[in-house]
T-cell receptor, first 113, second 114 residues
Framework: DVKVTQSSRYLVKRTGEKVFLECVQDMDHENMFWYRQDPGLGLRLIYFSYDVKMKEKGDIPEGYSVSREKKERFSLILESASTNQTSMYLC????????????FGSGTRLTVV | GENVEQHPSTLSVQEGDSAVIKCTYSDSASNYFPWYKQELGKRPQLIIDIRSNVGEKKDQRIAVTLNKTAKHFSLHITETQPEDSAVYFCAASIPGDSWGKLQFGAGTQVVVTP
């Protein structure tokens, strides 16, 4: 019963390419997040969205942008991919109500060559 | 802002022994502390969480304790089994944040050897 779906498990892109990572959730959650996961650094927040068309920067937004045109979909965009953006990218969502944890997607491992 | 430190970074235990992972947080106003387990190649999954009005919570072989005075919380796994091998992340809510953001620790790689 997958509830947060990331469109690609593995991606290989060239330096300078524009890259789109897609995330879709079917739980009608208001809040959606993009994290990158690197060994020894844990999960670092790139961007998040609390409503359609609303977005806020996280801790490491440089080199990324996001789009949320529909409630269920949150896209991460690498405007011009660089090798230091090689990483595991995790999408997560949560309801806007109360204090609860996230539901994560399975992740996209992006390699920029 | 909130800072979460997690120790140890790796933990090897014999099957049947206990494992303890400790996290410290910097902002005393944090009020929610979840733990996630990420098996190899899989998504992080919430395994247990605790709120600041509770000192301890148990769920079968796992438990979490919270010491608000010392600003640390710990995950305890008893009678470890090979399927407990995974990366475990702790997290803390960010005070004043309305959107449910979490600050994560760096993770602990747990290896349970038979």
């Amino acid at each position: 019963d997958v509830k947060v779906t990331q469109s690609s498990r593995y991606l290989v892109k060239r330096t300078g390419e524009k890259v789109f990572l897609e995330c879709v959730q079917d739980m009608d959650h208001e809040n959606m997040f993009w994290y990158r996961q690197d060994p020894g650094l844990g999960l670092r927040l790139i961007y998040f969205s609390y409503d359609v068309k609303m977005k806020e920067k996280g801790d490491i937004p440089e080199g990324y942008s996001v789009s949320r045109e529909k409630k269920e979909r949150f896209s991460l965009i690498l405007e011009s991919a660089s090798t230091n953006q090689t990483s595991m990218y995790l999408c997560a969502s949560r309801t806007g109500q109360g204090v609860i944890g996230y539901t994560f997607g399975s992740g996209t491992r992006l390699t920029v060559v | 802002g909130e800072n979460v430190e997690q120790h140890p970074s790796t933990l090897s235990v014999q099957e049947g022994d206990s494992a303890v992972i400790k996290c410290t947080y910097s902002d005393s106003a944090s009020n929610y502390f979840p733990w996630y387990k990420q098996e190899l190649g899989k998504r992080p999954q919430l395994i247990i969480d605790i709120r600041s009005n509770v000192g301890e919570k148990k769920d079968q072989r796992i438990a979490v304790t919270l010491n608000k005075t010392a600003k640390h919380f710990s995950l305890h796994i008893t009678e470890t089994q090979p399927e407990d091998s995974a990366v475990y992340f702790c997290a803390a809510s960010i005070p004043g944040d309305s959107w449910g953001k979490l600050q994560f620790g760096a993770g602990t790689q747990v290896v349970v050897t038979p």
